[in-house]
């Protein structure tokens, strides 16, 4: 089935850094979502982008579809500790499949 | 209310047993799907109902039997389950079509001896 890539697979920071993922689609799609997944919890879901070059911002984190819409990223400012878990962007095919990327797990060093 | 809720939250069952899985939802919502999550992967996808009938089954084996008794109820029954089917199951719902975000409930954790 389709697989979705998401880079890094894992990344540690010291608290304070930044912190970016990458989700890429070898489709054009119609609009993408990003879920966190806290350690022992379940994906909640934190925003959805719809537009070419669509930036959209939740205090430090900032979101971004591409312009071509195959590609999108979440950047958190300063990281803090509540940050840690899995971010996952998520993709829909069809009406109701949503297919999630392989997600990258934050840890942060305090 | 915007929970999804899932009983239970663990289960540990041998290979010969038979079980279900439960998830529910009071939101509304029209689309309810089932997730199989393996330890540091992704949610899978299993199983979507839409409008209560089964709209995507992702060649999920038959020892997995999906149930929609209606439109708030969502169940999942296990039959001859394997070692390699132990994994967190979530449950999930949303209003459906493209573009509506999903809410998970808190899963169950399955174990399969």
């Known amino acids: 089935g389709q697989q979705v890539m998401q880079i890094p697979q894992y990344q540690h920071v010291q608290e304070g850094e930044d912190f970016t993922t990458y989700c890429n689609s070898s489709?054009?799609?119609?609009?993408i979502q990003w879920y966190k997944q806290r350690p022992g919890g379940h994906p909640v879901f934190l925003i959805q982008?719809?537009?070419?070059?669509e930036v959209k911002k939740q205090k430090r984190l900032t979101f971004q579809f591409g312009e071509a819409k195959k590609n999108s990223s979440l950047h958190i400012t300063a990281t803090q500790t509540t940050d840690v878990g899995t971010y996952f962007c998520?993709?829909?095919?069809?009406?109701?499949?949503?297919?999630f990327g392989t997600g990258t797990r934050l840890t942060i060093i305090p | 209310d915007t929970e999804v809720t899932q009983t239970p939250k663990h289960l540990v069952m041998g290979m010969t047993n038979k079980k279900s899985l439960k998830c529910e939802q009071h939101?509304?919502?029209?689309?309810m799907y089932w997730y199989k999550q393996k330890a540091k992967k992704p949610p899978e996808l299993m199983f979507v109902?839409?409008?209560?009938?089964?709209?995507i089954n992702e060649s999920v084996p038959s020892r997995f039997s999906p149930e929609c008794p209606n439109s708030s109820l969502l169940n999942l029954h296990l039959h001859a389950l394997q070692p390699e089917d132990s994994a967190l199951y979530l449950c999930?719902?949303?209003?459906?079509?493209?573009?509506?975000?999903?809410?998970f409930g808190q899963g169950t954790r399955l174990t399969v001896v």
């Open positions: 109902y839409s409008y209560e009938k089964l709209s």
């Open positions: 998520a993709l829909p095919f069809g009406n109701e499949k949503l297919t």
């Open positions: 999930a719902s949303s209003l459906g079509g493209r573009g509506t975000e999903a809410f």
């Open positions: 489709t054009t799609l119609s609009n």
């Open positions: 982008l719809v537009k070419s070059g």
């Open positions: 939101m509304g919502h029209r689309a």
